[in-house]
């Protein structure tokens, strides 16, 4: 048993003192146990995929097999499980090395809601201990959760069709069959069958397209992933693409009416990258790409290695969102190279990758911006957890029996953050970041749960200084709700001037026309907008959107939050463009909130109702699931 923090007792207070569901309370949890995995990983480990898909977008359909190096971890194991959702299996076989395939019998197990099903297959007992390669012949289901078609009027060109996956949390499973938990590492190679007249990219190198077609006509598009990656982080894209070179290492892929903008956005790509290596270490991905996607895209961003996926909604002309790119590309460090071995343990991705995202932001763009985003990023999680159970505040969180999609809130990233800043703060800036580049390089190409975390922390950033910190005071930040009270916070002075403005305003002492707003960047148009009082009068609102075209806004984020303050006061000259935002854009941060709040109103709800039959067909099927289930159909 391992020492330390990670001690059962611990973990066991942790689940009965916030105890959330029943099974919380009945069973304490077992750090390091993947609960949303059918795979027996002690019996068997994937090390290696190979996949040959074809792309059939009329059937929407990927259609093909892969094939599976497995090692046998245990000489008495006769079944490996694997996790598949949605998937039609048409045959197993074992790829006997010099032999004809032999088939091997399957069978589907019991589906089980958001886990999907299992996957059972009698492995040969001929191979002993030796490693064997099975060929699975399958073909995925239109409705694949992590798979979203779009036809081309939903695309910029409105030519040419598109795909692109999203596997984190647990879509792998709807493509690939796999052990589909983030403790399980392989190398991956594909082979990805496309029209002739569309590429395909994936988190991986390039090996380039056939000079033949294959048999079909189809272009065929090679991979390959030399370092063992999580099942969360493969990705496939396909459409209309353009790339534009930033650096030696470093570019975009976009549709081409979108690549222009792109590339000033982005301009900044390789000094991020240079700078991420600076603070954390070598970057050991080789190149380092975006694609932007098409606005549909259900997060932010999404750190699949070497390619960034990225929503359009960050491209607001002026640079100021590219935030996000300093934090997808800090994943290639937290997230990527040191991975969360559950879902449990999402805030060491994301908490560790909120702290590297500042710190690049602070280089790139200033303290002061880097102390507005922080600012920001507090009253959001401060929001938040006023709606959270107790036990959901944790950093290490009990996802049992619930989506790991929406278990992961903005505790795992700001109170992760501010974890990582409490600490800087006791040991000292120099202090802490020799501690991350040893465990970054201690645990590279690892998946690791919280206790491993505390184990390495405590023997090699504790020690150095006893007594800079308790182990209670550590206790109380992954084990207990809140923000603990020695939480070290940004200065709260950074938006006064702001505050100062918006009180003046609505006070009617500050006309609108001297709202000081050309010196505003986006994040105090944020904060002015996200800190309105519950009633704002008519007069205002439409005084605020004619001086500055709120509702017209390009920048997605400021207009979300204006948005907010409209739907809270009915403001109905808004809904225009609120609908065309909820028709454009799938990005669930955006959206979501904003149908939660129409639907506290009657005439909201029936607005979101109707703008949401229109919108869903557009939206991903993630983003999809969320929506369902906050606008319920009336009764
Ligand atoms: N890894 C996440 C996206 C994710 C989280 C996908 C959970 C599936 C489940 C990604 O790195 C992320 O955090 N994206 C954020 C942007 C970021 C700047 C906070 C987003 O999508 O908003
Ligand atoms: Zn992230």
């Known amino acids: 048993m391992r020492a330390g923090f990670g001690s059962a007792a611990l973990v066991c207070l942790a689940a009965l003192t916030g105890a959330h569901s029943a099974q919380a309370a009945s069973e304490s949890i077992k750090p390091g146990v993947d609960y949303h995995s059918f795979a027996n990983v002690a019996d068997f480990r994937v090390r290696h995929v190979d996949i040959d898909l074809v792309v059939d977008f009329s059937a929407r359909r990927l259609s093909g097999h892969a094939d599976l190096t497995v090692a046998r971890q245990n000489p008495n194991a006769r079944q490996l499980i694997l996790d598949t959702e949605a998937l039609e299996i048409a045959s197993v076989s074992w790829l006997k090395p010099g032999a004809e395939p032999a088939k091997l019998e399957f069978r589907g197990g019991k589906a089980k809601p958001i886990l999907g099903q299992p996957l059972q297959i009698e492995m040969p007992a001929a191979a002993g201990r030796r490693d064997v390669v099975l060929r699975i012949e399958y073909h995925t289901n239109p409705k694949a959760s992590g798979l979203q078609w779009l036809l081309p009027a939903q695309t910029a060109g409105k030519k040419h069709p598109y795909l692109f996956s999203q596997?984190?949390?647990?879509?792998?499973?709807?493509?690939?069959?796999?052990?589909?938990?983030?403790?399980?590492?392989?190398?991956?190679?594909?082979?990805?069958?496309?029209?002739?007249?569309?590429?395909?990219v994936m988190s991986a190198a390039q090996k380039g397209a056939d000079a033949k077609p294959d048999e079909a006509g189809h272009k065929v598009y090679r991979f390959e992933m030399k370092e063992a990656i999580p099942s969360y982080l493969i990705a496939l894209a396909v459409g209309d693409l353009r790339f534009h070179?930033?650096?030696a290492r470093t570019g975009v892929y976009t549709e081409p009416a979108v690549l222009d903008a792109a590339a000033?956005?982005?301009?900044?790509?390789?000094?991020?990258?240079?700078?991420?290596?600076?603070?954390?270490?070598?970057?050991?991905?080789?190149?380092?790409?975006?694609?932007i996607l098409p606005p549909s895209a259900p997060y932010g961003g999404m750190e699949n290695p070497r390619l960034s996926f990225i929503t359009p909604t960050v491209i607001a002309g002026d640079r100021s969102l590219v935030s996000v790119i300093a934090h997808e590309l800090a994943h290639s460090w937290s997230g990527n190279l040191v991975t969360n071995a559950t879902w449990r343990d999402f805030?060491?991705?994301?908490?560790?990758?909120?702290?590297?995202?500042?710190r690049i932001v602070e280089v790139l763009y200033g303290q002061r911006r880097e102390q507005m985003e922080d600012a920001l990023g507090l009253q959001t999680v401060r929001r938040e957890m006023a709606d959270l159970a107790p036990a959901d505040q944790h950093l290490a969180i009990d996802a049992r029996g619930r989506d790991p999609d929406d278990t992961g809130t903005e505790v795992a990233y700001e109170k992760g953050k501010l974890f990582l800043q409490f600490l800087e703060s006791r040991f000292g800036r120099e202090a802490l970041d020799a501690f991350l580049r040893s465990y970054f390089d201690h645990f590279a190409f690892q998946s690791i749960d919280t206790e491993q975390f505390l184990d390495y922390l405590h023997?090699?950033?504790?020690?150095?200084?006893?007594?800079?910190?308790?182990e209670q005071e550590i206790h109380t930040w992954v084990y207990e709700p809140g923000l603990p009270g020695f939480a070290v916070l940004p200065p709260a002075d950074v938006f006064a001037p702001v505050d100062k403005a918006r009180n003046a305003w609505l006070a009617g002492t500050m006309p609108t026309a001297q709202l000081p707003v050309k010196q505003w960047s986006t994040q105090e148009w944020l904060h002015f907008l996200d800190n309105m009082p519950d009633e704002v009068p008519r007069a205002r609102l439409e005084e605020l959107d004619h001086a500055f075209a709120l509702s017209g806004s390009t920048n997605a984020e400021i207009a979300h939050s204006w948005f907010r303050v409209a739907i809270h006061?009915?403001?109905?000259?808004?809904?225009?463009?609120l609908e065309r935002y909820l028709v454009t854009i799938g990005r669930r941060k955006?959206?979501?909130?904003?149908?939660?709040?129409?639907m506290k109103s009657p005439r909201g709800a029936e607005l979101a109702r109707s703008v949401y039959a229109k919108a869903r067909a557009g939206y991903h099927p993630i983003t999809q699931t969320s929506i369902d289930a906050i606008v319920t159909p009336r009764r």
Do not use: M
Not at 168 to 194: C, K, M
Not at 269 to 287: D, I, K, M, Q, S
């Open 590 to 598: 955006l959206v979501k909130p904003l149908y939660e709040d129409l």
């Open 459 to 470: 023997a090699h950033l504790l020690v150095k200084k006893p007594g800079a910190v308790s």
């Open 264 to 291: 000033y956005e982005f301009a900044d790509l390789e000094r991020t990258v240079a700078t991420c290596e600076t603070l954390f270490g070598p970057y050991r991905w080789g190149r380092y790409d975006l694609l």
């Open 347 to 358: 805030w060491l991705n994301e908490g560790f990758t909120t702290y590297l995202e500042r």
């Open 569 to 577: 006061n009915d403001y109905a000259p808004a809904y225009p463009q």
């Open 167 to 200: 596997n984190e949390s647990i879509h792998g499973r709807s493509w690939i069959p796999l052990q589909d938990s983030p403790q399980v590492r392989f190398t991956y190679n594909a082979a990805i069958h496309v029209p002739s007249n569309l590429i395909a």
């Open 245 to 247: 070179e930033i650096s």
